[in-house]
């Protein structure tokens, strides 16, 4: 535990640092706020290349869907710690430099951060102090199929990452920009939301229940923990389904329309 603890501590800032300086050495115009925005995407995919490559090893060493076990599933938990505390200063270090821009850096309490952010910090907070719990003590030797599963809900960030990177260096207009909300939309859909009915119809396929029966079987702070997870993801969604109808919302099919 403390090594690992030990080692997301170092990683995750050291990786930042080290993004940072090579973008201020490979594109010395580039504004500190766009290397720190960058830089705090890079990071951010990274991780979620870690956690998506660490679920799907999770998922594929688990035949047994409640009593299968794999170390990752306990491991990475520690290795994520350190990530959700960086990356909340992160978020917080983005807000400073864009409101520098502005000349309003003054104005950035962190009160005033903490309501623009109060959903993304909200989800951070449950990490830590509801989910990391639950998976490193309450869930006892069960359930290590599932907290692959939930690693897996990372493979959409990459592609977020990209977009805002895109937007913040005014690529909207580019054929990869069109390309990547494609793939966000496709990843987020499959990964954050299809992903709780194929954990539901694992665990069904494997009692010999169908998908409809297994809310049923299984215990109610289940189904509630599912419900409060799935809830942001919905949100989130929503709102990439109607930057993508924006997206495509161009002069020539409203013309059509």
């Not at 951010?44 to 490559?53: C, D, K, P, R, Y």
């Not at 977020?160 to 990547?180: A, D, E, M, P, W």
């Not at 954050?192 to 119809?201: K, T």
Request: aromatic residues 14%.
């Amino acid at each position: 535990m403390l090594p690992t603890l030990a080692g997301g501590t170092l990683f995750f800032p050291g990786l930042f640092a080290l993004c940072s300086w090579v973008l201020r050495r490979w594109r010395p115009e580039w504004t500190c706020t766009d290397r720190v925005m960058i830089s705090t995407r890079l990071v951010s995919s990274v991780q979620a290349v870690l956690a998506t490559g660490s679920g799907i090893v999770i998922i594929l060493s688990c035949n047994d869907v409640v009593t299968g076990r794999h170390w990752l599933a306990r491991e990475y938990v520690w290795f994520l710690i350190p990530y959700m505390i960086y990356d909340s200063y992160a978020m917080y270090l983005c807000d400073w430099y864009r409101a520098s821009d502005q000349d309003r850096a003054h104005s950035l309490t962190l009160r005033s951060f903490l309501s623009r952010n109060r959903l993304m910090i909200t989800h951070h907070a449950v990490i830590l102090f509801v989910l990391v719990p639950v998976a490193q003590r309450l869930r006892g030797d069960l359930g290590d199929f599932f907290v692959g599963c939930i690693f897996t809900a990372e493979l959409s960030t990459p592609f977020v990452s990209l977009g805002r990177v895109l937007i913040q260096l005014k690529q909207q207009h580019t054929l990869l920009y069109k390309v990547n909300g494609i793939l966000t939309l496709a990843t987020f859909l499959c990964c954050r939301i299809l992903l709780f009915p194929f954990m539901y119809w694992s665990y069904g396929h494997q009692q010999g229940l169908s998908l409809l029966q297994v809310p049923f079987r299984i215990p109610f702070f289940c189904n509630m923990a599912n419900a409060f997870l799935i809830a942001p993801q919905i949100y989130w969604f929503s709102l990439l389904c109607r930057k993508a109808l924006r997206l495509f919302d161009t002069p020539q099919a409203k013309k059509d329309g």
